[in-house]
């Protein structure tokens, strides 16, 4: 191999594992100080979700950069060849299901909006995609989700309200009428 190639791959392999433990400390951490807008809009069961994934993310990446730097170390003092290669596995596994719980972390509002089905997703993914180049966008991209998700549910119980009441004015107008006709 040339000598290039090799030195080029070789700070892509440190490179990529730094910003991959800095996007998921960056989500872990926005979904801690974040997760209570699902709650405070009247989404009721996202903000645990959030909060649960923003916490295991980043305890993922902690761990992570700790039990490989265990490995690499220990690698190096018992010369066996194999706890070096279980690490760099280890490592990449681990760090893959980082990325993966940072990107849904990312795109939580667009998640709850294809998940509930809701008539303004569009408006929602569109502010989630630009979220990607301006950050500060996922802030009202999980506004909008939750206050759709939590009109939505409203909107539900006022059509199930109004079915009941619908239901129970046929027996309340058949009773007002026995009534008017046994006193006639």
Known sequence: MDQPIETTLLLLSHIIPILLAQLGLTTGISA???GWIPMACGARGYS???????????VLVISTTMLVGSLAELAL??????IQT?????NAALRFISSMLSIALAFTPAI???RERLPSSAR???????SIVLPILWIPALVVAAQSVRAK?????VQLIRQQRDNAEPERNG???????DAQ
Not at 48 to 58: E, Q
Not at 77 to 82: K, P, R, S
């Open 32 to 34: 801690l100080l974040l």
């Open 48 to 58: 645990s979700k959030i909060y649960f994934a923003g916490i295991t993310n980043i």
């Open 77 to 82: 003092t018992t010369n066996i060849g194999i």
């Open 86 to 90: 279980l690490g760099t596995g280890l």
């Open 112 to 114: 709850i909006a294809r």
């Open 124 to 130: 929602i993914i569109g502010l989630n995609l630009g």
């Open 153 to 157: 549910r409203a909107a539900a119980v």
């Open 175 to 181: 009773g007002e009428r026995a009534l008017l006709d």
